[in-house]
């Protein structure tokens, strides 16, 4: 697994496959499915494996968190980069920094809550995670002004955010002033879409 530290043209270098993580029929993780999904990708030339929606990790239990990093982390080349979600739930994530703390991946990405959160807490809570993880994050904004396009800016700028994964969807996708808004505060380097 690509352990390095994540700069704007790594993150360029690959198209970024958002696979699901496969387990058996009794819900249990399979370990060699994952890993010919991962080879899959590697064939094809992706290099950068983000889990987060499509492998469900909103609803992954911490109880196989450490479980699924360690398998992730077995399946991939030295040269792919895997970057594992965590949240949405605060405490989750704050819980998952730490055992993120014992694997060597060099983001992870934050998959906020939003019913139940303000765009400010929002902010707070990846400053939060990303400080007890000790590495930069990814922040998946989703909602339309799930966050601020400053406080989005003021992260990018403290080294707190590896990149920002945006899929706020529009009906027309070439009229989207928050997107605008967000690469002016943040730049267009870090900002996958």
Do not use: C
Request: glycine letters at 6%.
């Amino acid at each position: 697994m690509d352990t390095k530290t994540i700069t704007a043209q790594r993150l360029a270098s690959s198209a970024w496959a958002v696979p699901p993580l496969a387990r058996r029929d009794d819900f249990s993780l399979n370990a060699a499915a994952n890993q010919q999904i991962i080879a899959h990708q590697e064939a094809g030339g992706i290099t950068i494996i983000l889990y987060g929606g499509n492998a469900v990790f909103y609803h992954v239990a911490l109880s196989e968190y450490g479980d699924i990093l360690q398998q992730l982390a077995e399946a991939a080349s030295d040269d792919t980069l895997i970057v594992p979600a965590v949240g949405p739930a605060y405490g989750t994530m704050m819980d998952q920094a730490v055992i993120l703390r014992d694997y060597d991946f060099p983001t992870a990405m934050i998959l906020p809550q939003q019913e139940v959160a303000s765009p400010a807490g929002i902010a707070l809570a990846v400053e939060q995670f990303a400080e007890r993880f000790g590495k930069p994050v990814v922040l998946y904004i989703k909602h339309d002004r799930a966050v601020e396009p400053e406080a989005v800016g003021r992260l990018m700028e403290r080294g707190v955010l590896s990149a920002v994964k945006y899929a706020v969807r529009r009906d027309d996708a070439r009229v989207d002033p928050y997107l605008e808004e967000l690469v002016e505060a943040a730049g267009p380097t870090r900002m996958l879409s």
